[in-house]
């Protein structure tokens, strides 16, 4: 049988039916709302701006940069600087990646055998199942407890089921903000018979970690990004493994793919560790801040957080979302995604008159829906 004959004046709906997957055209984008103008608390940024000083070295450094060349393809800088900043143990090496997406996504590519798997919780960071199908992985999701706590024994008994050659757990976990159990994870990556990998961008509000774990488990890596630390413009996310994996992984890397003015601006604010620590511990006061004055409105349930978000459920969510808009203030709206979400809302811990604006018309919706 002739494959069908395709001509150019056929309608393009028809070419791209043709040429792209059909698993790819079914996908859902990853969605980012329009913020202009917003008071925007629905992202997970770091609020605050660094120092004048800082800022105006910045701008030194980056009008001495080469421009006109390739940006070293190593980053050796950068890698010293995150080395020192993180403490990353000597035996151990890194892999920069454009976000921590790029990361997920040669993790993903590195490991997807022919009828492979990642496993996760749910709900869990979105990018994760969306990665693993478009690299051709199936992905299982174990559903946490209902107090968003790690069931051990089911991930187990996923992981024994599927022999997932990936299994991922964020820590604290994104949208719930919680910590999981240190010793049920010590349990999944004993369990597993493929790559865990222990996803920590919100570290610098959790301050607990596996980095000094890391030689325990053959098969056990880390992920961390400084997007959470008030850098998200340079988008620059790292592995760190042992050598074994990373030079495995380094081969799907795109050359050059961390450009010279994100290796240079994040080379010279990481020397500044003193104002990302201060930044950190600020965001860490407001958030218990402001969960206790959420706590002590009617209508509104607050969820433990070690990270720099909260998570909220309220009734009619989207009328609270869509209240909240209106007012000028950006949350990101949960509901309508699994199931455990339903009615939730995440609000990203700002400034202390970002938070106090947001309290503000919170408080004002509810008392509206409560009349309505």
Aim: proline letters at 7%; hydrophobic letters at 50%.
């Amino acid at each position: 049988m002739k494959p069908a004959v395709f001509t150019p004046q056929e309608p393009i709906e028809r070419w791209v039916a043709r040429v792209v997957r059909d698993d790819i055209r079914r996908l859902q984008p990853y969605s980012v709302a329009e913020s202009s103008g917003m008071i925007k608390l629905d992202a997970m940024e770091n609020p605050h701006e660094l120092p004048p000083a800082l800022r105006a070295q910045l701008g030194e450094i980056a009008s001495a940069a080469p421009l006109n060349r390739y940006p070293d393809p190593a980053a050796v800088a950068l890698k010293a600087a995150l080395r020192a900043y993180m403490q990353v143990p000597d035996a151990m090496e890194i892999v920069l990646g454009n976000g921590s997406d790029e990361i997920i996504q040669l993790l993903a590519l590195g490991c997807a055998r022919p009828g492979g798997t990642m496993l996760g919780v749910e709900p869990s960071f979105s990018m994760y199942p969306l990665i693993a199908r478009v690299c051709g992985l199936q992905f299982v999701g174990v559903p946490l407890c209902a107090d968003f706590s790690l069931d051990a024994d089911a991930m187990v008994a996923a992981i024994e089921r599927h022999r997932p050659a990936l299994v991922f757990l964020a820590y604290p976990n994104n949208p719930t903000g919680n910590l999981f159990d240190a010793a049920a994870i010590e349990h999944i990556v004993r369990a597993a018979p493929g790559l865990v990998v222990i996803d920590e961008a919100y570290h610098p509000f959790a301050q607990v970690s596996f980095m000094a774990r890391l030689q325990e488990f053959p098969n056990l890596v880390l992920m961390r990004t400084l997007s959470k630390l008030g850098l998200a413009g340079l988008r620059l996310g790292l592995l760190i493994a042992n050598p074994a994996w990373t030079v495995q992984f380094d081969k799907l890397r795109l050359p050059y793919n961390v450009n010279v003015l994100s290796q240079a601006v994040a080379t010279r604010v990481l020397q500044s560790a003193h104002v990302l620590a201060a930044q950190a511990a600020a965001i860490r006061a407001e958030r218990s801040r402001l969960a206790a004055r959420l706590q002590g409105m009617a209508g509104v349930q607050v969820y433990p957080s070690q990270a720099n978000f909260l998570l909220l459920r309220v009734a009619a969510a989207a009328a609270t979302y869509d209240s909240l808009k209106a007012s000028g203030i950006l949350v990101r709206n949960l509901a309508g995604g699994h199931p455990a979400l339903a009615d939730c809302l995440r609000v990203t811990v700002g400034t202390t008159a970002e938070n106090d604006a947001f309290l503000a018309s919170l408080a004002a919706s509810l008392r509206l829906s409560s009349h309505a």
